[in-house]
């Protein structure tokens, strides 16, 4: 029995169980699924970014050949669809209640954003809903487009709902400035910033897309969709197609072609296609291209920021000042008005101890596709903001920069925040010192010789970070072993790459001396998973559905206890289990046996139901304000080309916390991903809409530069597991750290290479055209001066 | 895509022939700008004539002089060819900068050179090396072959079956990649023939064109000092969301620079 927990239990680098049939192309996502008598959906986007609509023609396309119906917003009003509403409840200062849109899946009175979907044709095929669309005359009245924050604050913007003339669905602040002001007053030295946070395109490999199987006969509808939990989406139609009757819609999804946050959202076009599929008794589909995808898949980031720190004269920190405006683009989303405040704001001073905040959020309308959560949520944004002032703050404040750090980081812990979270355990300069000698900080200096021999920049850089993860307080989970001894473990949780069924199956055999082949995973349909599930988002599902499957064992562990004690004529308070194995009074019973004996009432003792399967619903004793906070260090080492602005990354030392680590494989994995993912906004990652005609620049792979292997070096990762106190698998959450890491310890980098040539600031993203400017300019000033 | 009619004729006449009668007759190489175009419904061809079928159109040929490259070879084959390697090693070195391996196993030279997009490679050694473009009907000179964005002297029908490229005595590509696509933001080739020197630049305006100021200098003195003072106006290049006009008039000395340092080798 021992031997398979060692090799398969927690903490073993286990291999993925899901690999192997994903790799050989076995997976299913949902082009892959085609059902009998499936008819085919394509949409008319918006071709302009602003415009009021004074008629959608509909005759010729109805007309065309193979087409069944059009539908305008018109037709899901007149039947009643319901509208899209965000459910924050965040507040304005003076307790003015956050803007809220009310989004019908097909607008009727104007567009917002380019690439909105205004109407729809269903026909046989693919081709012939394509070629309809392009039938339909939409009649609209162009008017002025604005795509930044920045103007859409602006005195005589564009105004993007009539009813909020300023564009600013919520001007949150945690406070006045009052204690900051008095702080800053009597402070030694203070240190701005001025930033932006790129906004990214999530680009997940499976583009948007939805089946929608209408059942006539029940008049059940089944949605196969890319999703990362499908209790959302199952909620979400019932509620606007349903009367809110759940049990008439099922989500299923085997396979989903990545998340990264923009798969946990409902989009229009899925409410649409339901409605299409409900209104016609048909099965339809609907496969977005790429291009759909990029002009509305919600998109990541993009923040301008204001930053200041006040320093004592010890380099002490005495308060922050941060002023960000969001650009939440063209609707108020599940979360993209919050992201800023619950998300980034949980850790918004990062690894720090800040006395005192004073944090102001403007959350700019412009049309643009929303943002919304996408990978680190707010939280990558708050660190990025924090260690670029703190990079320059050790420069003016002539303190080195990681001394400077080491005597600002929380030491005392539980720390409670100025937004008050508690932040339960870590230790920040560990992590730091980790770094340092896997980078081997010490000796750059030789290294830099040498690149400067070669005619190139070395420059090395540092970010510290602190992480929020594990949001939403609950999860459930059922384990069911079955008679032959295999376990099931049927969740609503939803692996989109994180590799559960490894995972889960790791946390099972250990906790039940299972064999890890003998467990399996069911996810992905909403009719399995348990009632009280959610899904796979903020780094929740080891430390939310982890807990859940651990606690549910320990219920199958004590009834197990009870048939073991009757098979072996014992006393249930005298059986013992360990590694798989009940005894007592000398005799022993396998799990096995007695999921056999489970399984045969007439083995049962009286009284007790036959089976093992238990269903956990997991809350989180501290609820929300208990989350668990990864955090770390990353060492990025680059080489910038002078002459031409071209930056190489050539190290990278990642040394994170993520509590208990429960397989090194998969989340040196989880690592390299983000960093991956935080690199690529830092170096290539760039959404661009067109200022006056307001049209994304950026829609393609031609434009929209993803970072790729060869952008990337080396990744080292480590682990400084400071076990969380939150939960009893000590897990923090591991999904989001390397993107909050990687952007500051990059542009860090970067800004130390060319700190000889006078460059003192850069935005992301950092490519060469950025580069050579700065260079060029501070050139320019040097001449000057 | 829209419906189009497919053929796979046998023969090149059969080929030119059918591109031609058709309303809207393109041929078919590679397809690795022909299919995305026509997925994204921007072309919209009412005859396709795939050249796949056809003897004849691919493989490579040293001669004395030239190095000849069936239009149907793929960039990967150009690329790793011992012969190609041997003969021009900055050619081969070119093919093997395009794209990614799937294009490059799907790609093909006569496509590339077809096309005449404005950031490929190609047409800079096509330029640099003085190369002969041969089609059913004719031999075109480099110099009168790209004649714009997107255009070329083919006429309706004329489908190219190899590119003659003269073996220099010394050459040399350097490519700065977009960075989002890869395709080249700015390309220089250079290549040396005796006391004569040609350089191409590709990326930088709407079609391929050569330096001869720099070409000039060279012949003067071989080496990248040579060029590296000589600069080229920004007024008409091209300027995007990558890289500003003055950024690309930079780059082109820079990478002419390089290039010419790395032939000099
Ligand atoms: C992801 C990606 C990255 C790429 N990166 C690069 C890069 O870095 N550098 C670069 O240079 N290119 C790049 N390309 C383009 C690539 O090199 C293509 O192969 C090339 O542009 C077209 O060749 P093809 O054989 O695929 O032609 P096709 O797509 O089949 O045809 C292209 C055009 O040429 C015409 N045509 C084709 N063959 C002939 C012929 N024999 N005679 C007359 N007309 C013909 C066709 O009618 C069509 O109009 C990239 C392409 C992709 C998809």
Redesign the interface.
């Known amino acids: 029995m021992e031997a398979f927990t060692e090799k398969f239990g927690i903490g073993q680098p286990v291999r993925r169980k899901e690999d192997q049939r994903l790799l050989i192309g076995g997976g299913v996502y949902t082009d892959d699924i085609n059902i009998e008598g499936q008819v085919h959906l394509a949409f008319l986007r918006a071709p302009y970014a602003h415009a009021r609509i004074n008629h959608i023609d509909t005759t010729a396309a109805a007309q065309a050949p193979g087409v069944l119906a059009v539908f305008t917003g018109r037709d899901l009003e007149k039947d009643g669809v319901g509208r899209v509403e965000s459910n924050i409840n965040l507040k304005q200062l003076d307790g003015t209640p956050i803007f809220k849109t009310q989004r019908l899946a097909l607008p009727t009175d104007k567009v917002r954003f380019a690439g909105e979907p205004v109407a729809m044709v269903v026909a046989e095929t693919a081709?012939q809903a394509?070629?309809a669309v392009e039938l339909i005359i939409f009649d609209a009245d162009q008017l002025p487009a604005v795509v930044t924050a920045r103007a859409a604050g602006a005195q005589g913007a564009a105004v993007l709902h009539d009813e909020l003339p300023d564009n600013c669905a919520l001007h949150w602040q945690n406070d006045t400035p009052d204690a900051y002001d008095a702080v800053a007053a009597k402070a030694h030295k203070i240190v701005s910033i001025a930033l932006t946070n790129n906004r990214v395109v999530p680009v997940p490999m499976e583009p948007k897309c939805c089946i929608a199987e209408m059942n006539p006969g029940t008049g059940r509808l089944t949605i196969y969709a890319p999703f990362q939990g499908g209790r959302r989406v199952q909620g979400a139609v019932a509620d606007l197609l349903f009367d809110g009757e759940r049990d008439k819609v099922r989500h299923v999804s085997d396979n989903t072609g990545g998340g990264f946050g923009t798969r946990s959202k409902i989009y229009p076009e899925i409410i649409a296609v339901c409605y299409a599929a409900k209104s016609l008794g048909r099965t339809v589909k609907w496969l977005g291209?790429r291009?759909e995808t990029f002009v509305s898949d919600l998109h990541g980031r993009d923040q301008v920021n204001s930053a200041q720190l006040a320093f004592d004269a010890d380099g002490k920190i005495l308060g922050y000042r941060l002023e960000t405006l969001v650009n939440i683009g063209a609707w108020v989303t599940e979360n993209g008005a919050r992201l800023a405040i619950d998300g980034g704001g949980r850790i918004v001073g990062g690894a720090y101890d800040i006395p005192v905040l004073y944090y102001s959020c403007r959350n700019m309308m412009t049309n643009t596709v929303s943002t919304d959560t996408y990978r680190g949520a707010g939280r990558p944004e708050a660190n990025y903001i924090v260690e670029r002032l703190m990079e320059k703050a050790a420069h003016e404040l002539g303190i080195d920069p990681q001394e400077l750090r080491r005597r600002n980081f929380i030491k005392t812990f539980p720390y409670t925040t100025q937004m008050g979270m508690k932040v339960d355990c870590g230790d920040f300069a560990a992590c730091m010192d980790m770094a340092l000698a896997n980078s081997d900080w010490a000796g750059f200096g030789p290294r830099a010789a040498r690149s400067q021999a070669g005619g190139k920049l070395r420059g090395i850089g540092l970010a510290s970070f602190l992480e929020g993860a594990g949001g939403r307080p609950e999860e459930t989970m059922r384990v069911q072993i079955q008679e032959d001894g295999s376990v099931n473990i049927i969740c609503g949780t939803f692996s989109h790459g994180q590799g559960h069924g490894t995972v889960y199956s790791q946390i099972v055999s250990e906790k039940m001396g299972v064999p890890f082949t003998a467990i399996d995973l069911i996810q992905g349909d909403t009719d399995t998973a348990p009632a009280g599930a959610s899904g796979t988002y903020g780094s929740r599902s080891s430390q939310m559905g982890g807990v859940a499957i651990i606690r549910a064992c320990d219920i199958i562990i004590e009834k197990g206890k009870v048939i073991a004690s009757h098979l072996l004529q014992a006393d249930t308070a005298e059986v013992t289990f360990e590694a798989g194995t009940f005894s007592a009074r000398g005799g022993s019973v396998t799990m096995a046996e007695v999921a056999k004996a489970a399984h045969d009432t007439r083995r049962l003792p009286d009284g007790l139901q036959p089976g093992l399967d238990e269903t956990y619903h997991y809350t989180r004793d501290g609820g929300r304000d208990d989350q668990s906070f990864p955090n770390g260090c990353h060492i990025c080492e680059v080489e910038v080309d002078p002459?031409?602005?071209?930056v190489e990354m050539l190290a990278y030392s990642a040394a994170d916390d993520c509590g208990t680590v429960l397989n090194p494989l998969i989340v040196h994995g989880q690592v390299h991903g983000g960093v991956a993912q935080g690199i690529g906004q830092a170096?290539?990652e760039?959404t661009?809409y067109d200022e006056e005609t307001g049209q994304l620049?950026?829609g393609s792979?031609?434009?929209?530069?993803?970072p790729r292997a060869h952008h990337l070096s080396h990744m080292a990762a480590e682990f400084n597991p400071i076990p969380s106190t939150n939960n009893e698998l000590g897990v923090k959450g591991a999904g989001e750290a390397g993107c909050c890491g990687a952007p500051p310890a990059f542009v860090n980098a970067v800004l130390d290479a060319l700190s000889s040539l006078g460059v003192k600031h850069l935005d992301m993203p950092l490519?060469?055209?950025n580069i050579?400017?700065a260079i060029h300019q501070a050139k320019a000033e040097g001449e000057t001066h | 895509m829209y419906e189009f009619n497919y053929h796979r004729p046998k023969t090149l006449d059969e080929a030119s022939r059918t591109t031609k009668e058709a309303e809207d007759g393109q041929v078919l190489a590679g397809g690795m700008t022909m299919i995305p175009s026509m997925k994204l419904r921007l072309a919209s061809p009412s005859d396709l004539v795939d050249l796949a079928d056809i003897d004849g159109l691919k493989g490579i040929t040293i001669g004395p002089d030239t190095v000849t490259i069936g239009a149907m070879t793929r960039h990967h084959d150009v690329h790793t060819s011992p012969d190609v390697q041997k003969a021009i090693p900055a050619l081969a070195a070119l093919a093997g900068g395009i794209g990614d391996p799937s294009v490059r196993h799907r790609g093909t030279i006569g496509g590339s050179v077809a096309n005449s997009d404005p950031a490929a490679d190609y047409p800079a050694a096509v330029l640099g090396l003085d190369a002969t473009v041969e089609t059913n009907t004719r031999k075109i000179a480099a110099d009168d072959f790209f004649t714009g964005l997107f255009e070329t002297a083919l006429e309706s029908g004329e489908i190219i079956t190899a590119v003659h490229f003269k073996i220099p005595d010394a050459a040399a590509y350097m490519k700065f990649p977009q960075p989002a696509s890869g395709f080249a933001m700015v390309g220089a080739f250079v290549a040396k023939f005796g006391g004569e020197f040609r350089l191409a630049v590709t990326g930088a305006k709407d079609c391929v064109f050569r330096m001869t100021e720099m070409e000039q200098a060279l012949a003067a003195n071989f080496s990248a000092d040579a060029v590296a003072e000589i600069t080229i106006a920004e007024d008409d290049l091209l300027a995007d969301i990558h890289c500003g006009a003055d950024y690309r008039a930079h780059l082109v000395t820079v990478m002419a620079k390089r290039a010419v340092a790395l032939a000099a080798g």
């Not at chain 1, 002459?643 to 071209?646: D, I, L, V």
């Open positions: 081709f394509a070629d291209d291009s002459e031409t602005g071209a170096l290539c760039h661009v620049l950026t792979f031609m434009d929209y530069g993803m490519t060469p055209n050579w400017r």
